[in-house]
C-alpha cells in the first residue's frame, strides 16, 4: 500500500481507548486464505463496504468483503455517530452555482434518502444502535454566525418550511446552554452507535450470503483475463467486478487512479463519564440533541442515551504520538471552554480516526474511468454514516448495470485531483489557518 500518512495514523494507537469498542462485541470474520471466487470484490468493511455487499446479496450476487483490519476498525466503527444531512462541504448556494439547479437539488434530495436509507435499514434488520435525537441542531459561535443562521430560518420560512429556530435567550430553556447565541435545528436525521449499526448490517449481508473477510487486506488488484484478481496476505481472490470502499483509509495505488483525488484528514473524538442530574442542570445542558457549531473547523458534541457526553473536533495535521497526545489536549481544552461547569467532569475515552475529503468537496460514487467493472463510492467531509450507507446502495445498482432507484446525482459523478500528488498535504495547514481566522 502507498498511503500519504506515516504508517502511525493507520496503527492502532490513534483508535486505541475507542468508547464504542467497550459497547458491542466485534463479530469474528475468517480470514481469506487460498484461492476464492465471487461475483463482486468489496475492498473495505465499513459503511459503504457492507452496505454494498448487503444489498448485492440480497440481489442475489455472490459478494465478498475485504477488510484489512478487523471489524468496526476503520472510520465506520469509531466515527461520532452522526446519520444527518452531509456529505458535501459546499452549501446550497454553492452547490448551484458549481453544478447548475437540477444538479444541486437532486443532490440535496440524495441527503435526504440517505438519512432515510439508514433509518430504513435499522427498522428492517431490526438493528438496535441507540438511536435518539430528532434532527441536528447548529448552534452559531459568534453573534455574526447567529445573524447567518437567522437568515437560513427566514429561507426555509419563505418556501414553506418551519424552521425551529431560538435566540440566545431560548436556548436554556431547552437544554443548550452554553456560550452559543442561537440555534437552527434540522428535522432530518438522529444520532447512534455506530459499531452497533455497522454490525448489524454486516450480519444482515452474512444472513443474505454476503462473505467478509478480515485481516485481508488487498495488496495488489490487477486485470486478469476478464475478472480482476485480488491479492491479500494469505490467499487470492477472483470477481468479474470490484468496489473500493476504502475512503480516508485509501492507497494511492489500489487502484493508481485514485492516486491525488482523495485526501484523508484526521478527526480525533472523547467521551466523558456519565454525568448526574445535577452536573447536567449545573451546565444547563439536558438535551439530547445531536449538536454541531458554526465554525468551519467546527465541534460536534451530544448526550448520548447513558449521559455520557461525546464532544469531537477536526484533529491534528500531523501523525505521531506526541501529535496525537496534543490534539487531545487541544480537544479537552476546547470541552472545557464550551462546556466550563464540567471542567472537573473526567474524559474516560478518547481517539481519533481518518475522515476523507475530496477536491471539488463532493463526495464520489461511481465507475472507476478505464477500468471497467470498477467501481468506487469515498469522501463523505465526515458524514459518512448516511452518505457512505447511501453511496453502497448506489454502487450495488450500477455494479448490476442498473439504473439506481434513489436519487443518482450528477454532482457525485466527478473527482479531480488535488495538486501536489503524494505531497497534497503541503495544502491543510494554509487552509486550516485561514479557515481558523475566519472563525
Not at 427498522?123 to 438496535?128: E, L, M, V, W
Request: hydrophobic share 40%; aromatic share 10%.
Amino acid at each position: 500500500m502507498r498511503r500519504i500518512f506515516s504508517d502511525y495514523a493507520y496503527g492502532p494507537a490513534p483508535r486505541s481507548n475507542c468508547w464504542w469498542d467497550e459497547t458491542v462485541q466485534a463479530p469474528e470474520w475468517p480470514v481469506l486464505q487460498d484461492n476464492h471466487s465471487a461475483d463482486v470484490a468489496i475492498i473495505g468493511g465499513g459503511f459503504t463496504g457492507i452496505s454494498a455487499a448487503l444489498h448485492l446479496a440480497e440481489s442475489g450476487i455472490s459478494v465478498a468483503v475485504l477488510e484489512a483490519e478487523t471489524p468496526g476498525w476503520g472510520a465506520s466503527g469509531r466515527n461520532g455517530g452522526f446519520c444527518c444531512l452531509g456529505g458535501s462541504k459546499l452549501s446550497s448556494a454553492a452547490l448551484r452555482r458549481f453544478f447548475g439547479r437540477t444538479a444541486a437539488d437532486s443532490y440535496g434530495a440524495s441527503e435526504e434518502a440517505a438519512v432515510q436509507l439508514v433509518q430504513d435499514l435499522l427498522a428492517s434488520h431490526g438493528i438496535d444502535a441507540d438511536t435518539h435525537s430528532h434532527g441536528e441542531t447548529q448552534l452559531a459561535h459568534s453573534a455574526k454566525a447567529a445573524r447567518s443562521l437567522l437568515a437560513q430560518a427566514e429561507e426555509i420560512r419563505k418556501t414553506g418550511g418551519k424552521p425551529n429556530f431560538l435566540h440566545r435567550d431560548q436556548l436554556a430553556e431547552f437544554g443548550l446552554n452554553g456560550n452559543f447565541h442561537a440555534a437552527l435545528t434540522t428535522p432530518v436525521g438522529f444520532a447512534l452507535n455506530p459499531r452497533k449499526y455497522l454490525f448489524g448490517l454486516a450480519s444482515a449481508a452474512r444472513k443474505a450470503g454476503g462473505k467478509l473477510f478480515q485481516r485481508s487486506a488487498a495488496l495488489a488488484v490487477k486485470p486478469a483475463g476478464g475478472t480482476y484478481e485480488i491479492k491479500t496476505n494469505q490467499g487470492v481472490l477472483r470477481a468479474g467486478r470490484v468496489v473500493i470502499a476504502t475512503n480516508g483509509y485509501s492507497s494511492e495505488d489500489l487502484p493508481g487512479w485514485l492516486a491525488g483525488r482523495y485526501m484523508p484528514a484526521q478527526s480525533t473524538v472523547m467521551v466523558t463519564r456519565p454525568l448526574s442530574e445535577t452536573e447536567l442542570q449545573n451546565q444547563g445542558w439536558f438535551s439530547h440533541q445531536m449538536a454541531y457549531d458554526t465554525r468551519n473547523l467546527l465541534h460536534y458534541f451530544r448526550l448520548m442515551p447513558d449521559r455520557r457526553f461525546l464532544f469531537g473536533m477536526r484533529g491534528g495535521l500531523l501523525a505521531s504520538p506526541w501529535a496525537e497526545a496534543g490534539i487531545r489536549r487541544t480537544l479537552r481544552k476546547d470541552f472545557e471552554a464550551m462546556f466550563p461547569a464540567w471542567r472537573s467532569v473526567e474524559t474516560t475515552h478518547c481517539w481519533s480516526g481518518m475522515v476523507c475529503l475530496s477536491r471539488n468537496l463532493v463526495p464520489y460514487i461511481g465507475p472507476v474511468p478505464n477500468h471497467t467493472g470498477m467501481f468506487a463510492g469515498l469522501c463523505y467531509h465526515g458524514n459518512g454514516v448516511a452518505m457512505g450507507s447511501y453511496a453502497g446502495r448506489l454502487l450495488s445498482d450500477l455494479v448490476q448495470g442498473r439504473s439506481p432507484e434513489l436519487p443518482y446525482s450528477p454532482v457525485v459523478q466527478r473527482m479531480p485531483r488535488f495538486p501536489f500528488g503524494r505531497a497534497r498535504r503541503v495544502l491543510m495547514p494554509p487552509a486550516y489557518a485561514v479557515l481558523g481566522l475566519m472563525d
